[in-house]
């Protein structure tokens, strides 16, 4: 039997500030080496999350436990957590070499063995040769690279990241986002690696938390809050774009749009908020017909909005090449019965289908 080892449990973390409920009953066992980003939209108490776990804001309720113990009465510094930022604020007059070791020095870890920790921290994020510049001389993901060093240097049992590749622009982000995804590999520390970006989400987690409104609303690898969403409200937050959730029906036989248009042959009864991702919609001439509002053409594939006959709207898309659509003013559409996802029209959870 393999026992994975919990590396952190937040057990009915809750956070209030006045009257406000930011966190509320959150639960949640993370093992050992896993890669963590809690992902939700702004506003949802992600970085508070992030920052009770930290010790920079007090927990209203519930308990944190790092390797086995108990440390939500603890100061920051003696809970085994690093923190990394968006805006890394290293110390301008200082040297890369001191901004890295600047917690050790605090901590009166003896010259020699600080300067050993600081050279293998900057080797890791491959700065080992910038030791000497001041960060005024260094690139937005060199200086980002020297909070992460920063971090680890202090060879932390968890890694807390807040945003951290917000500020770099789109490529320095693709790189630095590769890099760190590299990093995990290499020293394997725990990580929470906070998000609003979904693309970070799915490339870098091993599994991802997706908050909403300070609750977790699915907690499970990129590939089943892709595949299974738990709710209409995780069907519509991953993928871009996003899924297509339209309100339908069934009669036990068949599935219907608002006008009765059939859609899929399904056994459902009743009621039902019907999902399918733009990608899984087939142009085909037996489909349904649609009106085609708006075209866009992005070189690997298109992206078609389309009204179906009932008025309800809807997001196709298509890679092109081979079965390039033509931008026309109609098109037929299949929904492939094996890729609908069925939503409770008045909960949002998932039926099991
Ligand atoms: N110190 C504070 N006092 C009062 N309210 C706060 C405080 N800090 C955060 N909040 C509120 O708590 C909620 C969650 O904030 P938080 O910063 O955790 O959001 P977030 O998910 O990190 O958002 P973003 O993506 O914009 O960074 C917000 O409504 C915010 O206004
Ligand atoms: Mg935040």
């Given amino acids: 039997m393999t026992v994975t080892k919990n590396a952190i449990v937040l057990d009915g973390l809750s956070k209030r500030f006045g009257s406000t409920d930011v966190i509320r009953n959150l639960s949640a066992s993370i093992a050992e080496r896993e890669f963590i980003v809690v992902l939700g939209s702004s506003g949802c108490g992600k970085s508070t999350l992030l920052n009770v776990i930290a010790g920079l804001e007090r927990l209203s309720g519930g308990r944190i436990l790092v390797d086995g113990q108990e440390v939500q009465d603890r100061e920051p510094k003696d809970r085994g957590c690093a923190m990394v930022f968006q805006n890394y604020a290293l110390y301008p007059h200082m040297s890369v070499a001191d901004n890295i070791g600047y917690a050790l020095k605090v901590a009166g870890v003896p010259v020699p063995e600080r300067r050993k920790r600081i050279e293998a921290a900057a080797r890791t994020v491959n700065l080992g040769d910038f030791l000497e510049r001041r960060p005024s001389e260094l690139s937005g993901g060199q200086r980002q690279r020297v909070a992460i060093a920063r971090a680890i240097v202090r060879e932390p049992k968890v ?39 979904q693309v970070e989400a799915m490339t870098l987690a091993d599994r991802v938390m997706l ?40 009669d036990g036989q068949m599935l219907r749009l608002l006008d009765g248009t059939a859609i899929a042959r399904h056994g459902h009864k009743g009621e039902v908020v019907v999902g399918i991702r733009p ?11 649609a009106v085609v509002r708006h075209h866009e053409d992005l070189g690997s594939h298109a992206v078609f909005s389309v009204n179906f006959l009932s008025g309800q709207k809807a997001v196709f898309s298509t890679s092109l090449g081979a079965n390039t659509v033509a931008p026309a003013a109609e098109l037929r559409l299949r929904l492939p019965s094996q890729h609908l996802h069925l939503f409770d029209s008045q909960t949002g959870r998932r039926f099991e289908n």
Avoid: W
Wanted: negative net charge; proline residues 7%.
């Fill in 159 to 197: 890694l807390l990241f807040d945003e951290p590749l917000s500020n770099l622009d789109a490529k320095l982000r693709y790189d630095t986002r590769m890099e760190l995804a590299q990093l995990h590999r290499r020293i394997g520390a725990t990580s929470i690696f906070v998000t609003h970006d």
């Fill in 211 to 250: 908050l909403n409104a300070g609750r977790i609303e699915q907690f499970a690898p990129p590939h089943e809050l892709y595949n299974r969403p738990c709710s209409t409200f995780v069907a519509g937050f991953i993928g871009s774009p996003a899924m297509n959730l339209f309100a339908a029906s069934g």
């Fill in 279 to 289: 990608e899984k919609i087939i142009a085909d001439d037996d489909g349904i017909p």
